[in-house]
């Protein structure tokens, strides 16, 4: 019989990868010591798999070390897409979602949806997104999906409990 295996319970490697990229040091870290074993003799293809990242970061590791030392190690401000929400708007949205209601604004509903808010975002502050980009941002947000139930304020109580009484009674379900 052999050694059992070491197993991580209650973190995915999803998860995981999150909390390295969270600290800075966690990071730097990391990438210094894939320098280093690439120092000591290392394929940077053999750590390609071992860091999961592609042999071209590990080379532009090295010789950003090799140029900067440590700093080199560090990410660069300003890399990336530039989001399309300054803060302040951003704020403006996590507001909106919190107190604001959409028959305020206009709309003939009392919840927020993805459509009616990528509508309302278009109209303040001229920026068009995607269902799922919309989506995205309400997560980024703090906020979370939630779907609605099919209550109407306006519906007659009798009428409906009689309706539902009706179905059970008929063949199929059809009244």
Same mark, same amino acid.
């Given at each position: 019989?052999?050694?059992?295996?070491?197993?991580?319970?209650?973190?995915?490697?999803?998860?995981?990868?999150?909390?390295?990229? @969270?600290?800075?040091?966690?990071?730097?870290?990391?990438?210094?010591?894939?320098v280093y074993q690439v120092s000591l003799g290392q394929s940077?293809?053999?750590?390609?798999?071992?860091?999961? &990242?592609?042999?071209?970061?590990?080379?532009?590791?090295?010789?950003?070390?090799?140029?900067?030392?440590?700093?080199?190690?560090?990410?660069?401000?300003? @890399?990336? @897409?530039? %989001?399309?929400?300054?803060?302040?708007?951003?704020?403006?949205?996590?507001?909106?979602?919190?107190?604001?209601?959409?028959?305020?604004?206009?709309?003939?509903?009392?919840?927020?949806?993805?459509?009616?808010?990528?509508?309302? &975002?278009?109209?303040?502050?001229? &920026?068009?997104?995607? @269902?799922?980009?919309?989506?995205?941002?309400?997560?980024?947000?703090?906020?979370?999906?939630?779907? !609605?139930?099919?209550?109407?304020?306006? %519906?007659?109580?009798? !009428?409906?409990?009689?309706?539902?009484? !009706?179905?059970?009674k008929t063949p199929g379900g059809t009244p």
């Amino acid at each position: 019989m052999g050694r059992p295996v070491l197993k991580i319970k209650g973190y995915t490697p999803e998860e995981i990868k999150a909390l390295i990229r @969270r600290d800075d040091r966690y990071t730097i870290g990391l990438r210094l010591y894939a320098v280093y074993q690439v120092s000591l003799g290392q394929s940077g293809r053999k750590l390609e798999e071992l860091y999961q &990242v592609s042999f071209k970061q590990i080379t532009n590791w090295v010789h950003r070390f090799e140029r900067d030392g440590l700093e080199g190690l560090r990410d660069r401000p300003g @890399r990336g @897409r530039k %989001a399309a929400l300054s803060p302040e708007q951003m704020g403006t949205l996590s507001e909106l979602l919190l107190k604001g209601s959409p028959v305020d604004h206009g709309y003939n509903t009392e919840t927020w949806t993805g459509p009616i808010l990528i509508d309302w &975002v278009d109209k303040n502050f001229g &920026v068009g997104f995607k @269902r799922a980009q919309i989506y995205n941002i309400i997560k980024q947000l703090g906020f979370s999906y939630q779907k !609605a139930k099919g209550f109407y304020p306006e %519906a007659d109580k009798r !009428a409906q409990e009689e309706f539902k009484g !009706a179905l059970k009674k008929t063949p199929g379900g059809t009244p």
